[in-house]
């Protein structure tokens, strides 16, 4: 069992950036490809970026490229989702998730733990 807790959610004007962290409990953090999802209100839940075990490969949505950053701190046992220069469509509740998967995915059915998510509002 993992748990998982995001934080660093709120309000942020358009071109401006916000981190979110999501901190995971447990000893095999590090076994872990990690996502990050988002669900905005009346849409079905969507894949932002997922980051390999290692940190050495990433893989983001064609919506955030360019302007998103996935990374993580395996000695801390958190993931990272840098939003720089956020649109006002960026607008969702996100999640981190955990996939026990040996490779990245963009699929959701395969991540087996979920935060509880974290509200992001960006204002134009």
């Known amino acids: 069992q993992v748990q998982l807790v995001e934080s660093g959610g709120g309000l942020v004007q358009a071109g401006g950036s916000l981190r979110l962290s999501c901190a995971a409990s447990?000893?095999?953090?590090?076994?872990?490809?990690m996502g990050w999802f988002r669900q905005a209100p009346g849409k079905e839940r969507e894949f932002v970026a997922a980051i390999s075990r290692s940190g050495g490969s990433t893989y983001y949505a064609d919506s955030v490229k360019g302007r998103f950053a996935i990374s993580r701190d395996n000695a801390k046992n958190t993931v990272y989702l840098q939003m720089i220069s956020p649109y006002t469509e960026d607008t969702a509740v996100y999640y981190c998730?955990?996939?026990?998967?040996?490779?990245?995915?963009?699929?959701?059915?395969?991540?087996?733990?979920w935060g509880q998510g974290t509200q992001v509002t960006v204002s134009s």
């Open positions: 447990g000893r095999t953090f590090s076994t872990y490809t």
């Open positions: 998730a955990v996939d026990p998967r040996l490779y990245i995915a963009t699929n959701a059915s395969g991540y087996a733990y």
